[in-house]
């Protein structure tokens, strides 16, 4: 371990991305803890308290949500702008061309979700203060019209000041800006969450607290099996003649990872189920009887651990085949194995190919799916045995801290990979 950091901290470029991003996150922080004004921010906490969605959105926001800071929504914005283009991409035929263009089209996407953020952060922030203003607990001490549209205005620009924070972070190559920036928000939630576990501290619950280390322990095992887990597919390259001399004739193997979508299917599914009960949350005490009825029954999904848990398992599983199906394309990569002169051997060139990399990647995606499905619902039935509701919430951000230093690592690896290519 230690000759590999030797070795990242004699590669300039690389030393050099990491001590950037360190910066980059050091700026988040900071701005976390910059409160907007006109915020009693003692009943914002006991506001939270109470309410048990909005104290789970607070934790992808790194604490920023819950004291109300100049970024209180966070990257949700983006995300949600990325899951709508995502989808449209199924959906809309040009769309999904323009990601089939390469770079260019990609950008072109980029483009439109970043600009889609702006509505969603103004949208988001108005909701999110309306939602204070509806509250029993007299959380803004301003409510002219003036200031709400200032607090509205600096939220959005809280939002979009992130996400051009998290596309610096991206350009470094030293893993994905926007999971970074939701790692580095919910790590700095650790030390409180262990010092309330601390503070409330039974020797009658020993076993609760141990099982909620073994419970940590298992998810890290199982996060770095499933990252790591790939099947190797052989493929073979035809001999061919050129100048007089021959070439190919390699064997070698075409990799597939047991889960490519990463951290992302857990982040989208805690957002899609959030959503639905922040909106309820407007409705709760509306004056038509089944429209408060219905905003009630929302809300209990997400406070009623078994339902949440059964549909944060659908979700993740859905989430994990979507992403796969939209960042793995099966038919490009038969048609470059076949322009090189590759092919697997068994397997027919062309639509055959494409068809048997379809089916070994379903098989392998029903297992990694399935496998971090349990694992991110794993927390929440702890929760169910010891009674504890910091065992859930602590499961979840161990899932995605786990997820998102396993990418960067390898993001690292993969320029020191190349800087040994580049010195031959």
Same mark, same amino acid.
């Given at each position: 371990?230690?000759?590999?950091?030797?070795?990242?901290?004699?590669?300039?470029?690389?030393?050099?991305?990491?001590?950037?991003?360190?910066?980059?996150?050091?700026?988040?922080?900071?701005?976390?803890?910059?409160?907007?004004?006109?915020?009693?921010?003692?009943?914002?906490?006991?506001?939270?308290?109470?309410?048990?969605?909005?104290?789970?959105?607070?934790?992808?926001?790194?604490?920023?949500?819950?004291?109300?800071?100049?970024?209180?929504?966070?990257?949700?914005?983006?995300?949600?702008?990325?899951?709508?283009?995502?989808?449209?991409?199924?959906?809309?035929?040009?769309?999904?061309?323009?990601?089939?263009?390469?770079?260019?089209?990609?950008?072109?996407?980029?483009?439109?979700?970043?600009?889609?953020?702006?509505?969603?952060?103004?949208?988001?922030?108005?909701?999110?203060?309306?939602?204070?203003?509806?509250?029993?607990?007299?959380?803004?001490?301003?409510?002219?019209?003036?200031?709400?549209?200032?607090?509205?205005?600096?939220?959005?620009?809280?939002?979009?000041?992130?996400?051009?924070?998290?596309?610096?972070?991206?350009?470094?190559?030293?893993?994905? *800006?926007?999971?970074?920036? $939701? /790692? +580095?928000?919910?790590?700095?939630? !650790? #030390? &409180?969450? =262990?010092? @309330?576990?601390?503070?409330?501290?039974?020797?009658?619950?020993?076993?609760?607290?141990?099982?909620?280390?073994?419970?940590?322990?298992?998810?890290?095992?199982?996060?770095?099996?499933?990252?790591?887990?790939?099947?190797?597919?052989?493929?073979?390259?035809?001999?061919?003649?050129?100048?007089?001399?021959?070439?190919?004739?390699?064997?070698?193997?075409?990799?597939?990872?047991?889960?490519?979508? *990463?951290?992302?299917?857990? $982040? /989208? +599914?805690?957002?899609?189920?959030? !959503? #639905? &009960?922040? =909106?309820? @949350?407007?409705?709760?005490?509306?004056?038509?009887?089944?429209?408060?009825?219905?905003?009630?029954?929302?809300?209990?999904?997400?406070?009623?651990?078994?339902?949440?848990?059964?549909?944060?398992?659908?979700?993740?599983?859905?989430?994990?085949?979507?992403?796969?199906?939209?960042?793995?394309?099966?038919?490009?990569?038969?048609?470059?194995?076949?322009?090189?002169?590759?092919?697997?051997?068994?397997?027919?060139?062309?639509?055959?190919? +494409?068809?048997?990399?379809?089916?070994?990647?379903?098989?392998?995606?029903?297992?990694?799916?399935?496998?971090?499905?349990?694992?991110?619902?794993?927390?929440?039935?702890?929760?169910?045995?010891?009674?504890?509701?910091?065992?859930?919430?602590?499961?979840?951000?161990?899932?995605?801290?786990?997820?998102?230093?396993?990418?960067?690592?390898?993001?690292?690896?993969?320029?020191?990979?190349?800087?040994?290519?580049?010195?031959?």
């Amino acid at each position: 371990m230690w000759e590999k950091l030797q070795e990242i901290w004699r590669a300039k470029d690389v030393r050099n991305g990491i001590l950037y991003v360190i910066i980059m996150m050091v700026l988040f922080r900071f701005a976390a803890h910059v409160p907007l004004p006109g915020v009693d921010l003692t009943a914002l906490d006991r506001y939270f308290q109470a309410n048990q969605v909005l104290g789970l959105l607070s934790l992808f926001s790194g604490g920023t949500l819950q004291s109300f800071a100049v970024i209180a929504l966070g990257v949700a914005p983006y995300i949600t702008s990325t899951i709508i283009f995502q989808l449209l991409a199924m959906i809309v035929p040009s769309i999904e061309e323009l990601q089939k263009e390469g770079e260019q089209g990609q950008q072109k996407v980029n483009q439109w979700t970043r600009l889609a953020t702006v509505p969603l952060a103004i949208l988001q922030s108005f909701a999110l203060i309306q939602l204070l203003r509806q509250s029993q607990f007299h959380i803004l001490t301003n409510t002219d019209p003036f200031h709400i549209a200032t607090l509205i205005v600096t939220v959005t620009a809280g939002t979009i000041f992130l996400m051009w924070i998290g596309e610096l972070i991206s350009e470094k190559k030293v893993g994905n *800006g926007i999971s970074l920036l $939701i /790692f +580095a928000g919910i790590l700095a939630s !650790f #030390p &409180s969450s =262990v010092s @309330q576990l601390v503070v409330a501290y039974d020797p009658s619950q020993l076993m609760t607290y141990l099982l909620y280390g073994a419970i940590a322990v298992l998810t890290v095992v199982g996060i770095v099996f499933i990252t790591e887990g790939q099947r190797n597919i052989p493929v073979q390259y035809a001999r061919q003649t050129r100048g007089g001399g021959q070439i190919g004739g390699v064997a070698t193997t075409l990799p597939i990872r047991v889960n490519m979508a *990463g951290v992302i299917p857990i $982040i /989208f +599914a805690i957002s899609i189920l959030l !959503f #639905p &009960s922040v =909106v309820a @949350q407007f409705f709760i005490h509306a004056r038509t009887p089944w429209i408060a009825t219905v905003a009630g029954w929302t809300i209990n999904i997400v406070q009623n651990q078994t339902l949440y848990g059964v549909l944060y398992f659908v979700l993740v599983f859905v989430f994990t085949f979507f992403y796969t199906a939209v960042i793995f394309h099966p038919d490009q990569i038969a048609e470059n194995l076949q322009k090189q002169g590759g092919f697997i051997l068994g397997i027919r060139p062309g639509k055959p190919t +494409a068809d048997y990399l379809q089916s070994v990647m379903n098989r392998i995606n029903l297992a990694g799916a399935t496998f971090l499905g349990l694992i991110a619902v794993l927390p929440i039935l702890a929760q169910g045995a010891g009674g504890n509701r910091l065992l859930a919430i602590g499961g979840t951000s161990l899932l995605i801290v786990v997820a998102v230093i396993i990418e960067s690592v390898k993001e690292v690896e993969s320029q020191l990979t190349m800087r040994e290519y580049d010195a031959y």
